[in-house]
């Protein structure tokens, strides 16, 4: 068989999988669905609750004790570090009162240092900010902001050494320290890649084999096609078309109803929390293209525990495996962004997350390597399991 | 080249406690029509799908047109043209959609096939309207034409028909044994009918095989059968009853159909 037929077929397969997708009652579940739900249960309390903001930096322009302005100048580099950065919302505190009392996560920064007064060194506090939905990269640089703006500004003054307390603080290892653009993407990947994996799980039904069983259009299917596995490559783009598709919805339910609430919107990315003012267009690619590879290895990964198990047992248990290998990456993402751990190492969804944010950051090392060969070797063996459980006897034979 | 378009030594399949399949010799020679008959059960299906390379043989050879399926199952793929048992099509794309994506997947251009195509319509009655509505909204016997024209159509050498005319009226029957006539004695192509409707055998094959719990017990030519016992007669329909061990539908005239 040459190579060209092979393609033909595949073509042909990908045709009638598409066209199946976009028939009437499918497409208004896949691709209605998302835009619906969104609109209705986010979109429409959003016009009855203000927008949440997050507070970071507290910093005064008191000029107090040393009658330097410290404050402005951190602000001034952090400004030039996080130029557009719109996350970061400055807050004014006097005292170590004021940070003691807040429940906000972040580093506090009293520029006037009128702790002096009564503890005799300058001093800036650090409560809990790992625990923050930034980054410790971005508190490190900060950091090192403060103290180089302390010793340049204050060199002159007879100011004892910086003092540094932390409440609380996370001890970071060096190589964790991927930098201000891993840490602006974080959160955002890691929310990303759960919800298309969340938002796939519900489609995959209506274009799966489950169906092609039921249809009982699998003995043709398989007496027809040269290469089987091309049955399986067409359902997996499919696949990808209809969660992209529902992820395209989701967004444009939320923009809708964003605009009936009036709130302000400043474009698709900012609904993911991607921050364009730290990322380009290169680091926004590279996002969306690990996200969907972490789609497609769910929809594999369904596909093959699918086709490997009767119909009924299938159509149950395929979609849960992937949704909850997702939840574990998920949550293990969002309590230690920048960390691994065993059991996120484990996690396939994590392989694309991790090599994503190494890209992103510069950080060109073994580990991404190690996990761009696990993922290509991970989508190799599920089209090959899949593969064989669209051939087994009990595909054609179990009901 | 061997004159032998399918050819089974031992052909066996177990399925846990059931051989479905047990040492079958099937011999089908090329350009003439096999009925393969039995009653539900009997092993029909499955032995089908082993000469097709779907289903793995528990033991025995299967050689289809000299290739060797048990040893390369890849090779058949695409050679035989497959009307199965039930109708399989995407009920939700209509009867032209289907029709489209069985000759793109077997590479056949449709213009090729349209005249062929619209010869196969007026004869079995298949409306412009019917064509483009879903495959769904059909009745049972169009869906049967349909799926039937969708396994003719791929110009395969062989053509594997399981019970072709079950479920059709008595026009729709006869209309589609003619074009199965036609198919081997025009453009010499080898069918392998399975079927438990007698007057497919009668009317149809040239050589006939009978499986009964699995085994193939009796296969030669037509005449055989009939030389044995008289056609149109009782004891015909008796032997082919005493074979099947359960009642068959008969067609024979005069005779109360039983299912």
Known sequence: ?399 | MSDLMVETQQLSKQFKLLLAVDGVNLKIPKGKIYALLGPNGAGKTTSIRMLLGLLKPTFGRVIVNDIDVTLNPKAIRGKVGLLPQVSAAYYDLTPMQNIKFILELNDVSYEKVSQTLANYFQTLEITHEMLNKPFSKLSGGEQRSISFIMAVITNKEFLVLDEPTSGLDIARAKYIRSIIKNLVEEEGRTILLSSHIVSDLEELADYCGILKQGKLVFQGKKEEIINTYAPDTQEFEDAIIAAFETPIKSSIPGKEGSQ
Not at chain 1, 9 to 24: A, H
Not at chain 1, 207 to 226: D, N, P, Q, V
Request: proline residues 3%.
């Open chain 1, 1 to 399: 068989m040459s190579k060209k037929k092979g393609a033909s077929q595949l073509k042909t397969l990908l045709k009638k999988d598409l066209r199946l997708l976009f028939r009437k009652k499918v497409a208004i579940f896949v691709f209605g669905g998302p835009f619906i739900m969104m609109f209705l249960l986010i979109g429409l309390p959003s016009l009855f609750s203000s927008q949440q903001t997050s507070s970071l930096l507290i910093c005064s322009d008191d000029l107090g004790y040393t009658g330097a302005n410290i404050g402005d100048s951190i602000l001034g580099n952090l400004t030039y570090y996080f130029l557009s950065d719109s996350t970061i919302e400055v807050e004014v505190v006097a005292n170590l009162s004021a940070v003691t009392y807040t429940d906000e996560f972040g580093l506090y920064i009293p520029s006037n240092f009128s702790e002096l007064a009564f503890l005799g060194v300058p001093t800036y506090y650090i409560v809990d900010a790992t625990q923050s939905l930034f980054s410790e990269s971005i508190f490190a640089t900060i950091r090192s902001i403060a103290n180089s703006v302390i010793a340049t500004t204050l060199a002159n003054r007879t100011i004892p050494p910086v003092n540094q307390d932390e409440v609380a603080p996370a001890s970071i290892p060096e190589e964790l320290l991927l930098g201000p653009k891993a840490a602006a993407l974080a959160m955002p990947l890691s929310y990303m890649i759960f919800l298309l994996i969340a938002l796939n799980s519900g489609s995959y039904s209506s274009i799966g084999f489950a169906r092609e069983k039921r249809m009982r259009t699998m003995e043709i299917l398989l007496a027809y096609s040269h290469r089987h596995s091309d049955l399986v490559i067409s359902k997996a783009i499919t696949g990808l078309v209809a969660s992209l598709g529902s992820t395209l919805s989701y967004v444009l339910g939320i923009i809708a109803a964003t605009q009936i609430s009036g709130a302000s919107f400043s474009g698709i990315f900012e609904i993911f929390g991607l921050n364009l003012g730290v990322l380009n267009a290169g680091d926004i690619i590279v996002t969306i293209l690990f996200a969907v590879l972490a789609l497609l290895i769910s929809l594999l990964l369904t596909m093959a525990i699918d086709s490997n198990l009767a119909r009924e047992a299938s159509e149950r248990i395929s979609p849960l495996v992937s949704i909850g290998l997702a939840m574990f990456f998920y949550f293990g993402a969002v309590s230690n962004p920048l960390s691994s751990s065993t059991a996120s190492m484990i996690n396939p969804f994590y392989w694309c997350y991790r090599v994503s944010l190494l890209l992103i950051s510069g950080k060109f090392s073994i580990e991404i390597v190690i996990y761009i060969s696990l993922i290509i070797a991970l989508l190799g063996l599920l089209i090959f399991f899949s593969t064989r459980g669209i051939q087994k006897e009990k595909t054609l034979y179990l009901e």
